[in-house]
């Protein structure tokens, strides 16, 4: 049987796509020390998760809270290669738009050490 029209490029494309965000994963975590740093975080917070046996809710905290730091992590280098490609010399607004981003993070990664705090403490306790 044929396939139906269009839907083999589609999916090819579909595929693709993944590729080329494994890619930005890989670029991002080979080049960016905070990255990885923020991995290793994310197995010290599942270690801790499990061994804390969290509930389902508590895992879905847990895990909403690690994607938005690494999320924001991976933004923040898009940002800054984006801002050196556009704006290779200084620029001031070029600073501000690099040091919006990288608060951000750091807002986010202040986030996941509340909600961190919030989970662990009180079995430790």
């Known amino acids: 049987m044929p396939p139906i029209h269009g839907l083999k490029p589609h999916l090819t494309g579909r595929l693709r796509s993944f590729g080329y965000a494994a890619n930005g994963i890989k670029y991002t975590a080979g080049?960016?020390?905070?990255?990885?740093?923020?991995?290793?975080?994310?197995?010290?917070?599942?270690?801790?998760?499990?061994?804390?046996?969290?509930?389902?809710?508590?895992?879905?905290?847990?895990?909403?809270?690690?994607?938005?730091?690494?999320?924001?992590?991976?933004m923040n280098t898009a940002i800054e290669i984006l801002v050196d490609l556009v704006s290779p010399g200084y620029e001031k607004q070029a600073g501000i738009v690099k040091d919006v981003a990288a608060g951000a993070v750091l807002m986010a990664a202040a986030i996941a050490v509340i909600v961190g705090v919030i989970l662990f403490l009180p079995r430790l306790l």
Request: glycine letters at 4%.
């Open 31 to 74: 080049s960016q020390l905070n990255f990885r740093i923020h991995l290793v975080a994310v197995c010290i917070a599942v270690a801790c998760g499990a061994l804390a046996r969290l509930s389902a809710t508590e895992w879905c905290i847990l895990l909403l809270t690690i994607g938005l730091v690494i999320t924001m992590e991976a």
